[in-house]
Each structure stands twice: as structure tokens, then as C-alpha cells.
């Protein structure tokens, strides 16, 4: 048994607790009375109720007389006069054994099976290292897909959008990373997911060789928006941990649209008023606060490569989350619809798609490797009408000839593995353009294009 663990929760028994009475229910809020002098928001309130559990939630907004209670579950058989118990915020305090299990925003097990908490508490809302302080982005990653590991390099300590409509295959695109990128540890926010996809995600995605360095936090889609907004936020919390002991890890947060929308709920109950398409202003600090805590750390520290995946409502990369995120983030990755439905996986749209580790990813020559490719996958695509409608004739412009030959062995790259590694992605690439120049490759045939199915 980890002595210090059983130690600090010695420490965290409570001797005595301030009551209060409710005074009111409003909506699915409680107003309290008795106990404004000693909470802060954010402490812990429970509910008595005879007969049946204790109703729990938190501090939502204090006054001179008064605080208001944002309760987990709807307030039913609530009336005016319970008693309600004050606590300090749960303990939040990871340790290197949590690796491997699956726990709930507040550090408790989803597993079914006991958890000790770490040695030291944390608080899940903290400033990000100074920027004078930090180490500058490390060397470029091996993620197990060909393409991020080329056109789109990722690096050590990077932070990308990953932007998707629903199902065009963003879990199993993180589930490739989660599995296949190099790291330490995979730290994984499942923010708002439906249960079922839960345990799938445990037990078939990752399986127990992804699980032996990952841990889960989830908030299903059925628990409070308290928990819900919680869950990025104690998934970082994890990271930073991990990070401080001088491990890489790589945060996988599914999705920043579901945190965005479980703030916007608790903030409207608070008295915020919409601004953003019906988001509250304050979802802009508490996205951008969460994404800078990402990255590399000090030194002698290791670092944090996070992945935010946010839900683009029929592709609308301009919707408010989107917007905020692409402003702060080192890269966007753009998964498109009707490249999914035509059977590619991953379905990236690499013309929409940038990384902003590079070009200091990469070498001089690579570079202009990368150029060339996206050179030509841009004149195949600002061709594509043409080339559907069989407008298109050979020899009139040489780099759409180019562009039409080299089509099929890239779109084939696209969906290829990177068991082989960084410099080996890089070798199909020179060989797909030796061929194209070369004209080995023959013209594709028109139903084959990216809008065809």
C-alpha cells in the first residue's frame, strides 16, 4: 500500500462541518441560507434527505445573506428547511498508479475497482508556466498514420484541433494516436460521451495494451454540467503530473465543443448572459486557460502533445468553438465528410489542414517535398468539377497532367500506416512524385475523385 496516499487521506478527514437550511428552489437551483460566511465557490454542498441519498453539489454564486447551490441531479423531494452540509472541493491528487484506470472528474474509480489518491492535492484550475520559462517544441512524432507524420508533422509538445462532424471517424482517429503515437503516457478526456461508448472505447479501442499507459477521465453525456466542465480540466491536471515527472505525454480531449456547451449550461444557470451564437463570454478564457496549460513544460520536465477535438456543425469551421480554438492552437486537422463517405480513413482533408510546426519540423529538403505535394493536390482540387464533368483533356496544362497522375497514390498515402516510421513516410512521398514526373502513373479515372462515392 503507497504509504503517502494513506497518509494525506488521514489528513482530509473532516472533524466538523458549517449547516445551512434551504430557503428556496428555484428551477434546479437552491438558495441557501446560513452558510455564506464560510463557502467559497466551488466548495461542496450535501443535502440530507431522509429516506432517500444525499443530494450533492456546489457553490455557484455567494451573496451577504446567501449562496445559490447548483445541484448534480434535478432537486426533487427537496422543501424549505433541509439541512445542508458544507464540505471543502473533493481532493484531487493523482499518482503514477492511476495508469491504467478509468476514473470520474473528482478522482474516483469508473472501474470497479478501489483507488488511493496520490500523495499531494492539486487544484484543477491553475495558471500555465510562465512563457519565459518554458522549453521550446521538441522533435516530431511517430503517430501511426503516414500522412501526420509528413504533411502534417506533429511534435513534441504541440497542440492541434482535430475538426469533425459526427461520424466521419474522429474516435478512431484518436484511437489510432492512442494506441500507436509515441509517448510515455495517453492521458484521455472523454467530455459528454454516451456511456456505451465508454466502456467500447476501454475494452475494444484501446484494449489492455493501450491501457497500460493510459488513463481515462470520462463525464458522460448523463452527468451534471458541473462534471462535465470538470472533466478537461482534471484530465490536464493528470497530464501536468505526468509532465512534471519528466514523462512525454499526449492528451487526447474529446471534445471541446461538449465542455463548451456543459460551461454555456451552468454559466446561463448562474445569471451569464449569452454572447458567442448563445455562448456565455466567459467560454473564450476557459478554452484559451486550458489549451496554454498544454505544452512543453520547464526545465527538466518532459511535455504535454494535446489533440482538441472539436464538433463542426455541417462542416462550419467558423462557429464560434472552432473560431476560438484555430486562434490558439499550433495546427488544425480537418476531417471532411465526403471523403469518409467514400470509404478513406483517416478522411483528412490535408488542402484544409495545417501544422504550424512547421517548417522547423522539418528539413530544407522535405520541405520542398511538402511544397511539391501540396502544389499539386491543390490543382487536382480546384480541378475537380472539371475533371467529373470530362472536361478534362491531357496536355493542356501541365501541372493539372501532373496533378491527375500522381491523384491515386496520394489519396492511397493518405490512409497508409506509419509502421515504418517519419523518414519512411518520407521516401513514399519522393518515389509517388518520381513516378507522377516521370508519367508512370496513368490518369485516374473521373469516378474515383474526392466528391465521388
Keep these: 500500500m503507497d504509504t503517502g496516499s494513506l497518509i494525506a487521506d488521514l489528513k482530509s478527514i473532516e472533524l466538523g462541518r458549517a449547516v445551512g437550511h434551504v430557503e428556496e428552489v428555484v428551477g434546479d437551483g437552491l438558495r441557501i441560507s446560513g452558510l455564506s460566511a464560510w463557502a467559497r465557490v466551488g466548495d461542496w454542498l450535501t443535502l440530507r434527505r431522509p429516506g432517500r441519498p444525499d443530494l450533492c453539489g456546489e457553490v455557484h454564486r455567494i451573496g451577504p445573506e446567501d449562496l445559490f447551490m447548483d445541484p448534480h441531479v434535478p432537486p426533487e423531494g427537496v422543501s424549505v428547511g433541509d439541512r445542508v452540509l458544507l464540505s471543502p472541493p473533493p481532493v484531487f491528487a493523482p499518482g503514477a498508479h492511476w495508469i491504467g484506470r478509468v476514473i470520474d472528474p473528482f478522482g474516483r474509480p469508473l472501474d470497479g475497482r478501489p483507488l488511493l489518491r496520490g500523495p499531494e492535492a492539486r487544484e484543477l484550475h491553475i495558471a500555465p508556466p510562465p512563457p519565459n520559462e518554458r522549453l521550446p517544441l521538441g522533435e516530431r512524432l511517430n503517430t501511426g498514420l503516414a500522412v501526420l507524420n509528413t504533411l502534417l508533422p506533429l511534435v513534441r509538445g504541440q497542440r492541434i484541433g482535430l475538426f469533425a462532424g459526427s461520424g466521419v471517424g474522429k474516435s478512431r482517429l484518436l484511437a489510432c494516436l492512442a494506441r500507436s503515437a509515441e509517448a510515455d503516457v495517453i492521458v484521455i478526456a472523454l467530455i459528454g460521451e454516451r456511456g456505451r461508448e465508454l466502456r467500447e472505447f476501454v475494452t475494444e479501442v484501446l484494449g489492455p495494451e493501450g491501457m497500460r499507459r493510459a488513463v481515462l477521465v470520462a463525464a458522460t453525456s448523463d452527468r451534471p454540467a458541473a462534471h462535465r466542465r470538470r472533466c478537461a480540466a482534471a484530465a490536464l491536471t493528470v497530464a501536468e503530473f505526468f509532465r512534471e515527472q519528466g514523462k512525454d505525454v499526449l492528451l487526447l480531449a474529446d471534445s471541446i465543443t461538449r465542455l463548451a456547451e456543459a460551461h454555456r449550461e451552468a454559466a446561463l444557470t448562474a445569471g451569464e448572459a449569452p454572447a458567442l451564437r448563445g455562448f456565455p463570454p466567459s467560454v473564450t478564457p476557459l478554452i484559451t486557460g486550458l489549451t496554454e496549460r498544454a505544452g512543453p513544460g520547464r526545465e527538466g520536465e518532459g511535455s504535454i502533445t494535446a489533440v482538441f477535438t472539436v464538433l463542426v456543425a455541417g462542416s462550419d469551421m467558423d462557429e464560434p468553438i472552432a473560431d476560438i480554438l484555430r486562434g490558439v492552437l499550433d495546427g488544425h486537422v480537418v476531417l471532411d465528410r465526403d471523403i469518409a463517405e467514400r470509404g478513406r480513413f483517416p478522411a483528412i482533408d490535408v488542402g484544409r489542414s495545417v501544422s504550424r510546426a512547421l517548417p522547423d519540423a522539418a528539413s530544407e529538403e522535405e520541405n520542398v517535398l511538402i511544397s511539391d505535394v501540396r502544389r499539386l493536390l491543390g ?56 513516378r507522377a514526373q516521370a508519367g508512370g502513373a496513368k490518369a485516374m479515372p473521373t469516378q474515383q475523385s474526392k466528391s465521388s462515392v
Design 379 to 434: 490543382a487536382y482540387e480546384r480541378s475537380e468539377v472539371m475533371l467529373r464533368a470530362g472536361l478534362y483533356s491531357e496536355g493542356n496544362d501541365p501541372l493539372l497532367d501532373q496533378a491527375v497522375r500522381v491523384w491515386p497514390d496520394l489519396d492511397q498515402f493518405f490512409a497508409a500506416g506509419g509502421e515504418g516510421g517519419i523518414e519512411d513516410g518520407f521516401n513514399r512521398l519522393r518515389l509517388i512524385l518520381k
